[in-house]
């Protein structure tokens, strides 16, 4: 399981460091894709299949399916870390999260997210007051 919240500069050349606890997770290759809110997904080989295996049953009749599917796998790269636990995420990925500099690399259960760090802020500020209505939704009776 993926927890956690760790802040970590990308730099000019788009590469991140992973920390460590995540990389014993992730293993050797993993899966980088775009994220829903404008955040990139990082997910193990194990739990991509997992997710991969659930897309194929959309039906490719109707348009929802093919433009999510058609989003989410065009973005997606396999990736490996560096010597130094550094990943090097594509231009287009970096783009589309809006990667500058300053990043937070989050453990969502089965996934990593990595958000610029003004995105995340939004984010939570948005959402923070909302948490408890939200919590009382999913979970009730």
């Known amino acids: 399981m993926l927890l ?50 659930k897309l194929n049953t959309l039906p490719f009749t109707k348009k929802d399916a093919r433009t999510f599917t058609r989003s989410f796998f065009s973005g997606a790269t396999v990736c490996e870390f560096d010597k130094s636990g550094r990943i090097n995420i594509t231009s287009p990925l970096v783009s589309y999260a809006g990667l500058k500099k300053e990043c937070v690399i989050i453990g969502v259960n089965d996934r990593l997210e990595i958000w610029s760090e003004d995105a995340f802020n939004n984010f939570m500020n948005e959402n923070s007051e909302q948490l408890e209505e939200i919590a009382e939704h999913l979970f009730e009776e």
């Open 4 to 53: 956690g919240e760790y802040h970590h500069n990308i730099d000019d050349k788009g590469r991140l460091v992973i920390p460590t606890k995540y990389r014993e997770e992730l293993g050797d290759t993993f899966v980088i894709a775009r994220g829903i809110e404008k955040c990139l997904y990082v997910y193990s080989t194990s739990e991509w299949e997992k997710l991969v295996s």
